[in-house]
Nanobody
Framework: QVQLVESGGGSVQPGGSLRLSCVASGKPFVWTFMAWYRQAPGKQRELVAAFTNGGTTTYADSVKGRFTISRDNAKNTPSLEMNSLKPEDTGVYYC???????????WGQGTQVTVSS
């Protein structure tokens, strides 16, 4: 099994920045997909940003130009740089890694991001 733990969330004012990190532990894995999702109160979980081992990067339209996903090579997990934060970015952010062996899909427990004046 693989365990993922997110960090870096917090409370910021509109226009502020945060950097989310994800740490993996457990058995070694070969990844195929890494992503950050978020879930706002009363809403479904949505994809924020992702990339594949084939080199494809995807961003939600609402975060393009403000968020940057990258791979932390040392941790073999995704990081998320968030700039120009808006109140609508508020939610719980989850790290997701898909791997080549069962159960193929791992999630962290989430980290809270609150953007408010």
């Amino acid at each position: 099994q693989v365990q993922l733990v997110e960090s870096g969330g917090g409370s910021v004012q509109p226009g502020g920045s945060l950097r989310l990190s994800c740490v993996a532990s457990g058995k070694p894995f070969v990844w195929t997909f890494m992503a950050w999702y978020r879930q706002a109160p009363g809403k479904q979980r949505e994809l924020v940003a992702a990339f594949t081992n084939g080199g494809t990067t995807t961003y939600a339209d609402s975060v393009k130009g403000r968020f940057t996903i990258s791979r932390d090579n040392a941790k073999n997990t995704p990081s998320l740089e968030m700039n120009s934060l808006k109140p609508e970015d508020t939610g719980v952010y989850y790290c997701n890694v898909r791997v080549t062996t069962t159960p193929y899909d791992y999630w962290g427990q989430g980290t809270q991001v609150t953007v408010s004046s």
